[in-house]
T-cell receptor, first 114, second 114 residues
Framework: GENVEQHPSTLSVQEGDSAVIKCTYS??????FPWYKQELGKRPQLIID?????GEKKDQRIAVTLNKTAKHFSLHITETQPEDSAVYFC?????????????FGQGTRLTINP | DTEVTQTPKHLVMGMTNKKSLKCEQH?????MYWYKQKAKKPPELMFV???????INESVPSRFSPECPNSSLLNLHLHALQPEDSALYLC?????????????FGSGTRLTVV
């Protein structure tokens, strides 16, 4: 089955600097890669996603890149702000028996220092 | 309506109790999921229903019993749980068709087993 590795597990950056989180996946059939932000005690919230036929996607300060050959994808946050502090999960999606199955990375705790 | 609604938000139950978690969506999604999330860990898939039929059971103990009465509702029946079952239980829904993307999480039920 799919296995997703995520690094680093913790990341601390100064406000205004950039943050990068990296993930690798194992199943070449996976074709959809979402990123979720989870604040303490709340649900995971989708912040950006990328499909396997696209190499890069950007939404304001957030961007995601995908390298299908190397089976890795990354989240880039620029001009970080204190409200970006949260746990971020990457995920890879496969299709099993007609349903989506998301497999999550272990998460990155991002702290933005003022 | 673009939400997945879970009730109750919090639940405390004894090891001999029987309780149920409920999940409802009105987005026309035909796949629904139960995830379990322990503190500081990623969500772990428990069950997947596709077109109201159980399609994936990730070797979950029988003290957890899912039910999908119709395309909008998903229940998780709990019986004889253990303290280690205390966690955040997340429901999610999506379109099961492989070309449809999007995976919406509910706000979760925080379960404490005493």
């Amino acid at each position: 089955g799919e296995n997703v590795e995520q690094h680093p597990s913790t990341l601390s950056v100064q406000e205004g600097d950039s943050a990068v989180i990296k993930c690798t996946y194992s199943d070449s059939a996976s074709n959809y890669f979402p990123w979720y932000k989870q604040e303490l005690g709340k649900r995971p919230q989708l912040i950006i996603d990328i499909r396997s036929n696209v190499g890069e996607k950007k939404d304001q300060r957030i961007a995601v890149t995908l390298n299908k050959t190397a089976k890795h994808f990354s989240l880039h946050i620029t001009e970080t702000q204190p409200e970006d502090s949260a746990v971020y999960f990457c995920a890879a999606r496969g299709i099993i028996q007609g349903a989506q199955k998301l497999v999550f990375g272990q998460g990155t705790r991002l702290t933005i220092n003022p | 309506d673009t939400e997945v609604t879970q009730t109750p938000k919090h639940l405390v139950m004894g090891m001999t109790n029987k309780k149920s978690l409920k999940c409802e969506q009105h987005m026309g999604h035909r796949a629904m999921y139960w995830y379990k999330q322990k503190a500081k860990k990623p969500p772990e898939l428990m069950f997947v229903y596709s077109y109201e039929k159980l399609s994936i059971n990730e070797s979950v103990p029988s003290r957890f019993s899912p039910e999908c009465p119709n395309s909008s509702l998903l229940n998780l029946h709990l019986h004889a749980l253990q303290p280690e079952d205390s966690a955040l239980y997340l429901c999610a829904s999506s379109q099961p068709i492989k070309d449809r993307y999007g995976y919406t999480f509910g706000s979760g039920t925080r379960l404490t087993v005493v």
